[in-house]
């Protein structure tokens, strides 16, 4: 017969162990997760949307965040020619657009590590989004045809697709657009809700597909 006084030592000392080994794989997990983001950075991340789902915003916040520099393609395309985009759009028309738009892509410098912002229409044109996946990490911000519309009220002598639709018939616009963009867009690398969406929720998103 086993004396019952061990028979309490052994079951409080497997307390006690088991104890122990919870919160060794607890400090496990948690310093798992305080190191996710990679020693090697995240290399070149392209932002990618529909016009006003927040690319260039977001982008400053996250490129700040990650002490990365922020670069816009748009903006980037300005300074070359000296002329805005809907000034492009006017005289040259959206097919020299488009074309110009994938060289800026593809030509100009990045560092090795940057947050970019790119065109709505970018990524549906020739190989562009392709190129992008190859040469970094692709993030769809995707909001629905409503929000984006009531975002794109304000904007659109800047928009040359946007300037003659109002109220419904923009939101049916911008409904087909996507509609025909999606196929695209949903080739990123993540794809995230964009509302409430953050610079420190983007951040995790990243460093969780990095592990």
Not at 30 to 42: E, I
Not at 89 to 94: I, L, R, V
Not at 122 to 142: E, Q, S, V
Not at 150 to 156: A, F, P, T
């Amino acid at each position: 017969m086993v004396d019952s006084s061990w028979e309490e030592v052994d079951s409080r000392w497997s307390i006690v162990n088991g104890r122990k080994l919870n919160r060794y794989f607890n400090n496990l997990l948690k310093v798992s997760l305080d190191n996710t983001k990679p020693a090697d950075g995240l290399g070149i991340i392209f932002l990618v949307g529909f016009m006003g789902c927040g690319k260039t915003t977001l982008g400053r916040k996250l490129a700040n965040r990650l002490s990365y520099p922020f670069m816009d393609l748009d903006h980037i395309l300005e300074a070359q020619e000296g002329i805005t985009i809907a000034e492009y759009f006017a005289k040259y028309g959206e097919e020299a657009f488009r074309k110009l738009e994938s060289e800026v892509l593809k030509q100009t410098e990045y560092p090795e590590h940057a947050v970019v912002s790119t065109g709505g229409g970018l990524p549906c044109f020739f190989d562009n989004m392709d190129w992008m996946n190859a040469h970094g990490r692709t993030i769809y911000i995707k909001l629905s045809p409503k929000t984006l519309a009531d975002r794109l009220e304000k904007e659109k002598e800047e928009r040359p697709l946007l300037r003659q639709h109002h109220g419904e018939v923009l939101v049916a616009f911008i409904a087909d657009k996507l509609a025909e963009r999606e196929p695209f867009y949903s080739q990123a690398t993540i794809i995230a809700d964009g509302l409430s969406l953050t610079a420190e929720k983007v951040e995790g998103l990243l460093n969780f597909r990095a592990i």
